[in-house]
């Protein structure tokens, strides 16, 4: 069980952050030095966006290990990948490119490329997927859709969209980390423990800098995922200090206006706002 830490310095300055915006912040923070966590709305339901895609990956690296999908697997980019996706590059690529399974999981991840997800999503179901969440403790978690309508409004309900909660996005980082050194976490997962360090690395390779790492110290190490929706940004992660996890984080924005008073972008300053959030993690965690 989870102890949450009570109202301090650390919490004070996560919470000032997020009151000092007009749009909701859900975020859960956990100390791996001392296992203790900061919540604010974790355990409420929010749009996933497409940190989803780390569920995803452990879906199918489970369905690797049982011997159903196969990583070198040969996949052919067709033309019918691209439709209705707007992420990624491979969009903008010549069809007849062919790369493996393993590698469709990587660009699903560090480009966030649903091309690729497509091409992962293909070899699972969606059922499949969402049970997998359910069995391994991930109760607040609703995959509803392969990739998301393009033509969703700003105000979408809940329902129109795969739903997560910051608590669920950190256990499933937490497990993955576990399993690095724990067959019992591992076998939680349903993957070998090689699989999961894949699954870490994986997540380490992630090059989209903004959010959680953007107002960390220059060439700091975040295993992490990040998310684009109509309702607000997202990201959930594991930074990592000196070599070692430092600190798990998993922020959600939502109701972000389009444009805030003073003209700029929503997104933008939603993004900024996990950004605080995470440097307030790194200032106050080492103290």
Request: aromatic residues 6%.
């Amino acid at each position: 069980m989870t102890t949450v830490i009570e109202p301090g310095k650390l919490a004070e300055r996560l919470n000032a952050i997020c009151d000092a915006q007009p749009f909701v912040t859900r975020f859960m923070v956990r100390a791996l030095a001392s296992g203790e966590a900061v919540g604010r709305g974790a355990d409420e339901e929010t749009p996933s966006a497409s940190t989803r895609k780390t569920s995803i990956m452990m879906a199918a690296l489970k369905a690797a290990h049982h011997g159903r999908l196969d990583l070198d697997e040969r996949i052919t980019y067709e033309k019918r990948f691209a439709e209705e996706v707007a992420s990624g590059m491979f969009r903008y690529l010549t069809p007849g490119i062919v790369i493996s399974l393993r590698d469709a999981i990587t660009g699903m991840m560090v480009l966030s490329d649903n091309v690729c997800t497509k091409m992962v999503f293909e070899r699972l179901t969606l059922e499949e997927v969402d049970s997998y969440c359910k069995s391994i403790g991930m109760t607040g978690t609703n995959h509803r859709f392969l990739i998301p309508p393009l033509a969703l409004s700003p105000d979408h309900s809940l329902k129109a969209v795969t739903t997560t909660t910051a608590r669920d996005q950190v256990y499933l980082l937490q497990t993955i980390l576990d399993a690095q050194n724990s067959q019992k976490a591992a076998d939680r997962l349903g993957c070998s423990q090689a699989l999961c360090a894949y699954a870490l690395q994986t997540l380490r390779n992630q090059i989209l800098r903004y959010a959680i790492p953007s107002r960390l110290p220059f060439g700091a190490v975040v295993a992490h995922k990040g998310g684009t929706g109509k309702r607000g940004r997202m990201n959930a992660g594991i930074v990592y200090r000196d070599g070692s996890p430092f600190y798990i984080i998993a922020a959600y924005t939502d109701g972000v206006p389009q444009e805030m008073p003073d003209g700029t972008p929503g997104y933008t300053v939603a993004l900024e706002t996990i950004g605080r959030l995470s440097r307030a993690c790194w200032d106050e965690l080492q103290s």
